[in-house]
């Protein structure tokens, strides 16, 4: 069966698309299932925490696969992987590029990470019109989130009354996230009973059950 790809996707810098897309692929690799990643931000940030990963956990991936693509070998090699993985997590650049257009294109899901203000909120719509444009699912969560407050309550109810997709699924604002990638690790393998390793799993779970995903 084809693998399913993630395309993680918000043309705002700093939501956290790099550090969602790492400990995604550690989540489903832990939960048994083939997972690939696709880095097509120039910047590297995910290829260099791989290298990490490579040098401390294995020496090969711990149970992913890495790909840097870009251009028109992008849709070549995002084909090339799905005949051998069950899911694909991509990492975009945050701008409309083509290189994003194509993943966006190639993607079962497109997964729009924001912090809960006004500025995340605003700079997300022009993702979820290009996702619709491709004729792509999204859906939207909230990252970096505080424990509490009433920013995030107001910014969750325009989002439901804007009528956007939005995941059941919080993650919190957690250092255990940016430790467990030092170690080239995701919180699943490094502190799998932290608050950060639950949240994780249940976005993947979450994304697993929207994608029919045995």
Known sequence: MS???????????????TTIAAQLAVAFATAGKRVGLVDIDPQGSLAAWFEVRK???DGQGG?????????WRLTTELDRLRRDLDIIVIDSPPHAETDVRIAVRAADLILVPMQPSP???WATQPTLDMAKKEKSAALMVFNRTPARGKLVDAVRR???EAEMPMANTVLGNRVAFAMSMMEGKGVVESNPRHIAAKEIRALAEEISAKLKMD
């Not at 693998?3 to 698309?17: D, E, L, W, Y």
């Not at 149970?63 to 251009?71: C, I």
């Open 55 to 57: 040098a401390l956990v």
């Open 158 to 160: 325009k989002i439901r």
């Open 3 to 17: 693998a399913k790809a993630v395309t993680i996707a918000q043309q705002k810098g700093g939501a956290g698309k």
């Open 119 to 121: 500025m995340d909120l």
């Open 63 to 71: 149970g992913v696969t890495l790909l840097q693509a870009s251009g």
